[in-house]
Structure formats: structure tokens, C-alpha cells
């Protein structure tokens, strides 16, 4: 029997206070099937903060779509604020195709935006 390579990765932890979730990968509609549930215990409580991390996402169709699209129900059910780092032209093309850009706050990829959500510099 062969091995199956997981395509997208979730990485999260918290910095002063907002919870940091890196993905990584092919957002797809499994990552959505795979990380759903996972997501939604890691933002489980109220008035919470959460960053998205996509500056490691190669890959976004209608399932990574519908998991952002999740998360940020989730935060406003929580009564939280959500931000989303992405620095990739052709996923800020996709959002903006998709309107969800609208809706969705793209965060500046600087790093004083990112040190004040306490978010680390990524260097090359």
C-alpha cells in the first residue's frame, strides 16, 4: 500500500492574545474536510483574535475558500476580530475575483503590521 503526501499544513499558537493559524500548502476542498473540525476547536471561545497566515499557501479553490470563509464566521459568531496575512498576487487576485476581499481583511504584509499582531518577520 503506498503513502499518502498530506498537501497543507496548519500550524497555530498564540502571541499576546491572538491566536496565529500558519497554513501552508493546497488549500483545497480536503484541507477543508481535513481541517474544519480542527479549526473550529482551536477558535472556541469568545472574543477572539485570529490571524490567518497564507504566505505559505501555493495553492486556493472554492474548499480553501470555504475554510477562510468559515473562519471568519466563526470569529464574528465569537464576537473576535480577524486579520489575514497574504502577500501572493495571484491569491489576492482570487479573492478579489471572488469579492471576498471585501469582506475578508487582508492585512499588510510589513513588519510592523505583523510585529503589532505579533507576528514574526519571515526572512528568506
Do not use: N
Not at 473576535?80 to 478579489?96: A, K, Q
Amino acid at each position: 500500500m503506498g503513502t499518502c503526501d498530506i498537501p497543507f499544513t496548519l500550524h497555530h499558537h498564540v502571541a499576546d492574545g491572538t491566536t496565529i493559524l500558519e497554513l501552508s500548502g493546497e488549500l483545497d476542498i480536503w484541507a477543508d474536510h481535513e481541517l474544519a473540525a480542527r479549526i473550529t476547536a482551536l477558535l472556541d471561545r469568545p472574543h477572539l483574535d485570529v490571524l490567518v497566515d497564507l504566505r505559505g499557501v501555493t495553492f486556493l479553490d472554492a474548499g480553501g475558500l470555504r475554510l477562510l470563509v468559515r473562519i471568519s464566521k466563526q470569529t464574528v459568531q465569537r464576537e473576535g476580530t480577524l486579520h489575514i496575512v497574504c502577500d501572493s498576487p495571484r491569491l489576492r487576485r482570487i479573492l478579489h475575483i471572488t469579492r471576498l476581499d471585501r469582506s475578508l481583511p487582508l492585512l499588510d504584509t510589513s513588519p510592523a503590521a505583523l510585529a503589532a499582531h505579533g507576528e514574526r518577520e519571515v526572512t528568506a
